[in-house]
């Protein structure tokens, strides 16, 4: 029997996991979590063989508590579960030490295989997501953003304007305007609000809680 820790900040999403996990003798469900800071104490706790993990959460979000589980060592395996296949989503998850990435439409015989493979310790990949991974493994490497465009993304991020920006950066308008044209070129975006996610999502910029 492989022991469960669920992990989603809805609880409607917990009780239909809860409910079709526990109703199959595979599994055994030791308890639930409703953000990353309430994972990782449950999992210390519990000693979960799997963690189903959301990843966006409030308080702690899921990548952050997959690193924490880390460095706690913490030996359950991590699938992750959640909405957002976006290739910042799939790679910082993979990154901090997820054992599988999975999509909440996936089918329930195909998580519960998941679930199975994950507990043996193997790499567990919607099709969806694993062609976005051989994809971004296929594009030539993107290039970082400048420091300086990091700044004004920074201030974008922020809630100023251009004009605003160029102030608190004694440039120009115009200025800022090129370090965003380039900034969108590297991301792959093609608006502010879409630079400013990728840069979170990318980790180049930490998100304002404000």
Same mark, same amino acid.
């Given at each position: ?24 003798? =595979? ?7 409703? &953000? ?12 979960? &063989? ?62 519960? =295989? ?24 296929? =594009? ?61 999502? =990318? ?8």
């Amino acid at each position: 029997m492989i022991s469960l820790l669920i992990v989603d900040d809805h609880p409607v999403v917990r009780d239909g996991l809860r409910g079709m996990f526990g109703a199959d003798p =595979r599994f055994e469900v030791l308890g639930e979590a409703a &953000d990353g800071a309430e994972a990782v104490a449950a999992a210390r706790r519990l000693g979960p &063989d799997v963690i189903l993990m959301d990843l966006r959460m409030p308080r702690t979000d899921g990548v952050t508590a997959i690193k924490q589980l880390a460095e706690h060592n913490v030996p359950a395996r991590i699938l992750v579960l959640t909405t957002y296949d976006t290739d910042g989503d799939v790679l910082l998850a993979i990154e901090a030490g997820a054992t599988g990435y999975l999509l909440k439409d996936a089918p329930r015989e195909e998580l519960f =295989r998941a679930v199975e493979a994950a507990a043996r310790g193997e790499s567990v990949l919607s099709p969806t997501v694993a062609s976005r991974l051989m994809g971004q493994m296929r =594009r030539p490497a993107a290039q970082p953003l400048s420091q300086r465009e990091l700044d004004v993304l920074d201030l974008i991020a922020r809630g100023s304007t251009n004009r605003e920006t160029a102030k608190q950066l004694f440039i120009s308008e115009a200025t800022v305007k090129t370090h965003l044209m380039h900034a969108y070129a590297k991301l792959g975006v093609n608006d502010r609000a879409a630079a400013v996610a990728a840069a979170i999502s =990318r980790g180049y910029l930490a998100p304002n809680d404000s």
